[in-house]
């Protein structure tokens, strides 16, 4: 299988994995990585980010790998004909890896005790609980994405488009720095899919002593970040960055 929609299936699949994977790597008791700090998590969300594109552009697809970046990009050019189509396939693929994540660490949710790391596993949440506070957190951290990441392939930048490879490293590189410098309160989901697909699996999957999914925080990664995709559009159209 080949194709735009099979390639943002599969490419976030592949972020997801790796992303939720670092996660559950340094939260989990007894895994080799417990406790190696944020510093990992968000490397580690940065090379997920790198494969899932390459992963994505590999298979014919346009590695989206995030509704808001559909939407921004909907928004920019006014096409909006594979919005539905792309995030139903991000979300596939985000649901998905939630589940292999769940497999690949199958002996450690019994040996953890706390419920929240395990979901923090799967979906993001506030350091400091304050809905309103969050969501501009989220709008935020997506305004930066979108704009930044448009940037990436921008006439402006490199007139005749970067060298093959070059694109996925920065998108990798700028959701490295996003984690590093604006992802502390929230946990920088600025993906719906990121946050919403794993959180469903975490919800129906047999995880010993879960507890909650947190549904009455789930709007924030999921509104918000489509909200700062818009805001996100209306200036990369305005600044001619695209």
Same mark, same amino acid.
């Given at each position: 299988?080949? *194709?735009?929609?099979?390639? !943002?299936?599969? %490419?976030?699949?592949?972020?997801?994995?790796? *992303?939720? *994977?670092?996660? $559950?790597?340094?939260?989990?008791?007894?895994?080799?990585?417990?406790?190696? #700090?944020?510093?990992?998590?968000? @490397?580690?969300?940065?090379?997920?980010?790198?494969?899932?594109?390459? @992963?994505?552009?590999?298979?014919?697809?346009?590695?989206?790998?995030?509704?808001?970046?559909?939407?921004?990009?909907?928004?920019?050019?006014?096409?909006?004909?594979?919005?539905?189509?792309?995030? $139903?396939?991000?979300?596939?693929?985000?649901?998905?890896?939630?589940?292999?994540?769940?497999?690949?660490?199958?002996?450690?949710? $019994? #040996?953890?005790?706390?419920? /929240?790391?395990?979901?923090?596993?799967?979906?993001?949440?506030? $350091?400091?609980?304050?809905?309103?506070?969050?969501?501009?957190? !989220?709008?935020?951290?997506?305004?930066?994405?979108?704009?930044?990441?448009?940037?990436? +392939?921008?006439?402006?930048?490199?007139?005749?488009?970067?060298?093959?490879?070059? %694109?996925?490293?920065?998108?990798?590189?700028?959701?490295?720095?996003?984690?590093?410098?604006? #992802?502390?309160?929230?946990?920088?989901?600025?993906?719906?899919?990121?946050?919403?697909?794993?959180?469903?699996?975490?919800?129906?999957?047999?995880?010993? /002593?879960?507890?909650?999914?947190?549904?009455?925080?789930?709007?924030?990664?999921?509104?918000?970040? &489509?909200? +700062?995709?818009?805001? *996100?559009?209306? &200036?990369?159209?305005?600044?001619?960055?695209?």
């Amino acid at each position: 299988m080949t *194709g735009p929609i099979f390639g !943002e299936l599969l %490419g976030t699949f592949v972020l997801i994995l790796l *992303g939720d *994977g670092v996660v $559950a790597n340094v939260l989990l008791n007894n895994s080799k990585g417990q406790n190696s #700090g944020w510093i990992v998590i968000t @490397t580690g969300w940065a090379f997920a980010v790198l494969f899932g594109i390459v @992963t994505s552009v590999a298979v014919g697809g346009v590695a989206h790998l995030n509704p808001a970046i559909t939407v921004a990009l909907a928004f920019a050019s006014g096409d909006w004909s594979n919005v539905v189509p792309f995030i $139903a396939a991000q979300m596939v693929g985000a649901f998905l890896a939630g589940v292999f994540v769940y497999l690949h660490y199958l002996p450690h949710w $019994a #040996g953890t005790a706390d419920p /929240g790391l395990k979901l923090a596993v799967f979906c993001t949440g506030p $350091a400091i609980r304050n809905i309103p506070s969050n969501a501009v957190t !989220e709008i935020i951290g997506t305004v930066v994405l979108v704009v930044a990441g448009l940037a990436i +392939g921008s006439k402006g930048l490199a007139a005749g488009g970067l060298p093959a490879g070059f %694109g996925p490293f920065l998108w990798g590189v700028l959701v490295w720095s996003i984690g590093l410098s604006l #992802g502390g309160p929230t946990g920088y989901a600025i993906n719906p899919a990121r946050d919403l697909g794993p959180r469903i699996a975490h919800a129906i999957l047999p995880i010993p /002593g879960k507890g909650s999914s947190d549904w009455g925080y789930a709007a924030v990664p999921v509104v918000a970040p &489509i909200i +700062g995709a818009i805001i *996100g559009g209306v &200036i990369v159209v305005g600044l001619h960055i695209i």
